[in-house]
């Protein structure tokens, strides 16, 4: 069993080997909380959570870092424009970010850093390349990486300083700053505060008052959580240069080892166009999830390969919740046939050798939701003419494959009801209704067992009659 992943830096699926046996440390870049989450920002945290699972289950002791970025130009630009404090902008927009992970059954991060809490880690990084002769500072809280002094600069991406057009991956700054710049690659340390920034926003340094730029945060984070060398960095696509590249160089030239390999999860696309706010037509979580169930949401974004692109259409949901319904309608049949199974019988089950063949070759969810599909299979036609322990065995096969996805039914985070109450009075109301209708047939009473089944689906209620009598769900 080996696992193998594509790594961005080599351009090939290689084998994964942790540099320490039996543990992998990952990190992975979080938001910028200044707005709220639309699907583009949720599927790379979605497939890194999908990588965890399958790690984990493959017996590796993961280490997940995602962080937060609170302060940064956008930050600052969205608060001032909603007259907030950037500190408290930041913290609402986490929160939504933080809820809108949650809901949708993302296991929380080893540690979750903000970017404003390891501010003396980045400036002991500048330090370092200011001594090593990789940045230079050009007064007054301004300080740069020099993309020249290192000659590796570009090897992520493979792009040579030369053949980068002035404008790619520059940072735009105005006047004077721009002017001191040795080259107009050299990206930001270090920023000196803009006319009109709150003081709070900014920090003390040997290089004078400012803020750190993006790319330094990360790069003092991931060490500070993860070492100097560390197995897996990852993000969106739209990352890799500058961001991926900078953060790559700047740890390098200060003398680590950084990232030993790169993953890069791919686009939400609408009619083949990146979604983002910007274009106007962002997909945001809430909305989505006032649309769909939140399993539904989440099948919609695992179920596609992580290094393809995923074209959301009108049916996208409506494709995910037809599945959805099937895996989930058999879990609940089956658990009501053989009871149900303890989550820690789940987290043990061994996975089909198929599935797993899928998972180790570079995520292929798709091949593995073939694997699921073939044991829902199984598992229906089990339920139909099959021994009791037969459906469990495919009970405990599925639930187990989809936990790896994150999406086993009978995961207490699925629970539609918010409040057992409700469901406990409705569940009893039915029930009675139910067998009023069930006597009323065998009474061959049609006219009453009709009127009550009329009754029931006027209340949002579906009846399905099966050999093991009436159930009823949600219509
Ligand atoms: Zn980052």
Redesign the pocket.
Known sequence: MTIRLFDTAAREVRDFTPITPGEVGI?L??ATVQAPPHVGHLRPVIAFDVLRRWLTRRGLKVTLIR?V?DIDDKVLAKSAAAGREWWAHAALYERVFTEAYDALGVIPPTYEPRATGSVPEMVGIMDRLVEKGHAYSTGAGNVWFDVRSWPAYGELTRQKVDDLSPEEGAEVVAGSAAEAKKNPHDFALWKAPKPGEPESASWDTPYGRGRPG??L???A??RRYLGETFDI?G?GLD?RFP??EN?QAQSRAAGYGFAQRWMHVAWVTQSGVKMSKSLGNGLLVSELLSQAPAPVVRYALAAVQYRSMLEWSPDTLDEARTTWERLSGFVTRASERVGDVPAEEIAKAEVPEAFAVAMDDDLNVPQALAVVHEHLRAGNSALASGTDAAVRDELVTLRAMLDVLGLDPADPQWATSTDDRYATALDGLVAAELKARAEARAAKDWATSDAIRDRLAAAGIEVQDSADGARWTLS
């Open positions: 990190y870049c979080g962080n970025t993006w790319h945060e990360c790069s984070m991931a960095h993000g990352l961001h991926h953060e």
